[in-house]
């Protein structure tokens, strides 16, 4: 069951796979053609892209969590709205997502399963707490801002099903990034404890941003795999610095500080140098123990239950509708 395929990351069994249509597939591949459903593909790739994608659904639905709890207190009509929308998008793009997983042949509850479990991933950053409204500015510009780095090379990604469904979601991601960057612009524009606010929330936000990139290309299991089959086209720490090259001018214009003292512009490279990474916090928040873990898979759960009932009367209607059906027919 490719469910199972949390940890995907095996040369062995690649290696195993008929060589004929593994160089087939490659070439494919290399062509720049889309990989879609009904091809054949090996069963490595399909337990990258289920991983993958999954964890990516999870990520966008329990992305919605540290947002709403900013949404009975946006300051004005204006600003619940904006946010409101957004988290809306967030749970439009879970469901894409879960539907672009469906199909490489796992179902959607096996899916829900692993996350309600604690089995599954997803984004060490929503383990994160959102403690005042320039959260929401900082999400929005920095969370989304790396969401967008890393998911436009995704638009191109080898896969059809899950390459197309970035289309719309970058779009959508663009508008975040804008809203949440307008955030920080209004409150950099304020009083000084409107700076101070967003001041606070880059401090507490940039790591946890950057990290979302991934551990260093060194220590990536998936990488090299995922490179080779164009479901990744750019490394951890290559989209890790494209974020850091665009978003550092940012800041500066907004007038705030990057939170890293070691960070510096290398002349020679052109390129903004950031320093150690808490990796070790990283590790942590991904074993199950962020600030934030417990209660984004508490609430989820309870989510789960209090929805029950609808899927129920979905189903039941459903049910009806088809047996009415069959029996006009
Ligand atoms: N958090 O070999 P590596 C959003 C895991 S949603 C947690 O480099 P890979 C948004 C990784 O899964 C943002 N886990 O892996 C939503 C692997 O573990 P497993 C989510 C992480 O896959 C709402 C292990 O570490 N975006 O934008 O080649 C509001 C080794 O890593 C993280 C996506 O999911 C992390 N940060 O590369 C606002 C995009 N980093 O599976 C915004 C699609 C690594 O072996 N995903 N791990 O147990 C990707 O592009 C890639 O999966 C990653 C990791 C770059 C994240």
Redesign the pocket.
């Known amino acids: 069951m490719y469910a199972q395929g949390?940890?995907?990351?095996d040369p062995a069994a690649v290696e195993a796979e008929d060589p004929d249509r593994l160089a087939a597939f490659q070439a494919r591949i290399d062509a720049e053609e889309k990989i879609e459903p009904n091809d054949w593909m090996p069963a490595q790739y399909r337990r990258?892209l289920v991983?993958?994608i999954s964890?990516?659904a999870h990520?966008?639905v329990i992305?919605?969590q540290p947002?709403g709890n900013w949404v009975t207190r946006a300051p004005t009509l204006a600003r619940k709205a904006q946010l409101l929308a957004k988290i809306q998008d967030?749970a439009g793009?879970g469901l894409y997502l879960y539907s672009a997983a469906e199909t490489l042949g796992v179902t959607r509850e096996a899916l829900y399963d692993q996350l309600l479990s604690g089995r599954a991933?997803?984004?060490?950053?929503?383990n994160y707490p959102t403690l005042n409204y320039a959260d929401m500015g900082a999400?929005g510009w920095l969370?989304?801002g790396?969401?967008i780095m890393?998911?436009i090379p995704?638009c191109r990604c080898s896969y059809g099903p899950y390459a197309r469904a970035m289309i719309l979601v970058c779009k959508e991601?663009s508008f975040?990034q804008r809203q949440g960057y307008a955030i920080m612009v209004a409150m950099c524009r304020g009083s000084a404890e409107q700076r101070a606010m967003a001041q606070d929330a880059l401090n507490r936000f940039w790591q946890p941003s950057i990290?979302?990139?991934?551990?260093h290309d060194s220590?990536?299991?998936?990488?090299e795999l995922?490179m080779k089959w164009k479901i990744?086209r750019f490394t951890?720490d290559g989209?890790r610095r494209k974020f850091i090259d665009a978003t550092v001018p940012q800041a500066h214009s907004l007038g705030l500080t990057i939170p890293d003292p070691d960070l510096r512009f290398n002349e020679a490279t052109g390129h903004w140098e950031h320093g150690a990474i808490d990796w070790d916090e990283?590790a942590r928040?991904?074993g199950g123990d962020g600030p934030c873990n417990r209660q984004r898979l508490k609430h989820r759960r309870a989510a789960e239950a209090e929805g029950a009932w609808v899927r129920e009367a979905a189903a039941a209607y459903a049910a009806k509708r088809r047996g009415a059906n069959e029996r006009a027919a």
Do not use: C, W
């Open positions: 949390l940890n995907s990351t990258t991983r993958q964890q990516h990520s966008e992305g919605m947002e967030e793009h991933k997803y984004s060490s950053i929503f999400i969370v989304d790396a969401a890393n998911q995704l991601e975040h990290m979302m990139f991934g551990p220590n990536s299991t998936h990488s995922s990744k951890n989209l990283f928040v991904l």
